[in-house]
Nanobody
């Protein structure tokens, strides 16, 4: 059974940085795409970034491109989301997700496994 456990959320001032982690367990993830999504109150869950585990290729939403970086550590089976230049509109619950796929996936409906989420609060 795949398990995803996020950590690293918290309170940060606008312009600051925060790093999220997603510890993955339950299987080998070489054939998987790992994604980060976020959901603000009253809004739909939206794509933030994803990474293909096998080759590390990354994809970003336009709203975070140049500010956020997704990466993975094969030895630790962990995916990271480094967030810089945070804005109040980045405030949301951030979720890690996984799907077995050879291609990038951008819709939350495409993902089979989800973590419990970690809250990011950005004060202005």
């Amino acid at each position: 059974q795949v398990q995803l456990v996020e950590s690293g959320g918290g309170l940060v001032q606008a312009g600051g940085s925060l790093s999220l982690s997603c510890a993955a367990s339950g299987r080998t993830f070489s054939g998987y795409v790992m994604g980060w999504f976020r959901q603000a109150p009253g809004k739909e869950r939206e794509f933030v970034a994803s990474i293909r585990w096998i080759d590390g290729r990354t994809y970003y939403a336009d709203s975070v491109k140049g500010r956020f970086t997704i990466s993975r550590d094969n030895a630790k089976n962990t995916v990271y989301l480094q967030m810089t230049s945070l804005k109040p509109e980045d405030m949301a619950v951030y979720y890690c997700a996984a799907v077995r796929s050879a291609w990038a996936q951008f819709s939350p409906n495409a993902y089979d496994y989800w973590g419990q989420g970690t809250r990011v609060t950005v004060s202005s």
